[in-house]
């Protein structure tokens, strides 16, 4: 796992990156909070919130800001929903052990990874991609690469 921290006085935000990836808030004194708790919290849910498997899958960043979703066939299309301007999204995809899924991303993510070893093309069996982008009021904007585990 890999920690990065942003600048603590003007953007206290720390992100933990790996399989399952984290966004916390750390206080004036560096110390790292649960998302939610006292001393600047943003009161999401802390860690990855489980999106249900379908077609067209909606992440609900008005209740977190970390969302995992397992394939277990084709993401036709996906949207983002309930954002605000300044939240930073973890998104953690997940084959399952057939493979071969292919992941459409929301329309308003930009700079998002492809999946699997070259563009478009379906992740693996038990592989995991990660990314974390930064929304603006209207795009979320990829702010580190999409990684990719096997």
Request: charged share 5%.
């Given at each position: 796992m890999t920690v990065y921290t942003a600048n603590q006085i003007n953007y206290?935000?720390?992100f933990l990156t790996g399989p399952s990836g984290y966004l916390c808030d750390v206080n004036s004194q560096g110390q790292l909070l649960t998302s939610g708790s006292?001393?600047?919290g943003t009161g999401l849910q802390a860690g990855l919130t489980t999106v249900t498997y379908s077609?067209?899958?909606v992440f609900n960043a008005a209740t977190s800001s970390g969302f995992k979703i397992t394939l277990t066939g084709n993401v036709t299309s996906s949207t983002l929903s309930g954002a605000t301007a300044g939240q930073?999204?973890?998104v953690e995809i997940i084959e399952d052990a057939t493979g071969g899924h292919t992941f459409v991303w929301p329309t308003n993510f930009l700079n998002a990874t492809y999946l699997g070893s070259g563009a478009g093309?379906?992740?693996a069996a038990n592989e995991t991609t990660v990314q974390a982008f930064f929304y603006d009021g209207t795009n979320a904007y990829a702010i580190a690469p999409?990684?990719?585990y096997p």
């Open positions: 206290p935000k720390v006292g001393g600047g077609t067209t899958p930073v999204i973890i093309q379906p992740i999409g990684m990719t």
